[in-house]
């Protein structure tokens, strides 16, 4: 399972390239209000050695530090993404850690861009909205249609509502970016309710859908891939109706 200092990198990522990575968790545990089946962090359970979250001034200090030795060392970096251990937004400091983060960013890689990955749970915080409105690519995770077919994927801790989150994610008006897992095993697949989840991403009508499948060891045994081909084919309508898709396999 993976562990992540508060930042680290840069790696390469199959959807934002030299990523250069900030943690808003426990960097030898894990907090977050999912416990998908197929995260690369393991289970909740076994990431609760750990509860200390870094406070804005942290994050500063790292981002900093980091920022400064790969621009000396003449490193590239084409997204500073706040992903980790975790879900980013349940760090009380996440919105006065996005304003640094793009003060920085203007400072040391003004060409980077300030990419979250979101399970979008905390949309409906005035303060949440206000900070990924101000990013570049605010990524945020719908890997299912209903309440319950998010129940089998990503086990959500506490009460989940796909309807309010349609809800929350309107406010976007369209302009963020549509992440979804494509997996099957276990008794399910994302097959069985793709035109059920198309009918939302015309509802919301983001301005990019990024379609990716599994690529590290899961928690949970028995899941497997699509292919790119098989995710091609699942979305086609979507792309004959001029839907912008991203299709990592």
């Known amino acids: 399972m993976m562990r992540e200092t508060t930042v680290f990198g840069p790696i390469f990522s199959r959807r934002l390239g030299s990523s250069l990575g900030i943690n808003l968790l426990p960097e030898k545990g894990k907090l977050c209000n999912f416990d998908c089946i197929y995260c690369e962090c393991g289970w909740n359970a076994d990431g ?36 980790g251990d975790g879900e980013p937004t349940l760090n009380p400091d996440f919105p006065a850690i996005i304003d640094l983060t793009l003060a920085l960013r203007d400072r040391y890689y003004p060409s980077a861009k300030v990419s979250v990955l979101s399970n979008a749970t905390k949309v ?24 319950a077919a998010v129940a ?8 989940y509502h796909v309807a309010d989150i349609v ?4 406010r976007f008006e ?16 994302t097959a069985d309710w793709v035109e059920d989840w198309m009918a939302i991403v015309r509802t919301l009508r983001p301005r990019e859908v990024m379609v990716y499948t599994i690529d ?14 098989e995710m091609r084919a699942l979305v086609q309508p979507l792309l004959d ?9």
């Open 241 to 249: 109706e001029g839907f912008q898709i991203q299709i990592k396999g």
């Open 216 to 229: 590290r060891e899961t928690p949970m045994k028995g899941l497997r891939k699509y292919t790119p081909d």
């Open 152 to 159: 089998q994927v990503n086990r959500p801790v506490g009460a």
């Open 124 to 147: 409906w915080r005035e303060e949440v909205f206000q900070a990924l409105r101000k990013v570049d690519n605010p990524i945020l995770k719908l890997d299912g249609p209903s309440d």
């Open 48 to 83: 609760r050695g750990d509860r200390k979250l870094p406070c804005a001034e942290d994050v500063r200090k790292a981002l900093e530090a980091k920022l400064s030795a790969c621009r000396e060392a003449g490193t590239p970096i084409d997204s500073i993404t706040f992903s």
């Open 174 to 189: 369209g302009d963020f970016v549509l992440q979804t897992m494509f997996l099957r095993g276990n008794g399910f697949e």
């Open 167 to 170: 809800r929350d994610l309107s």
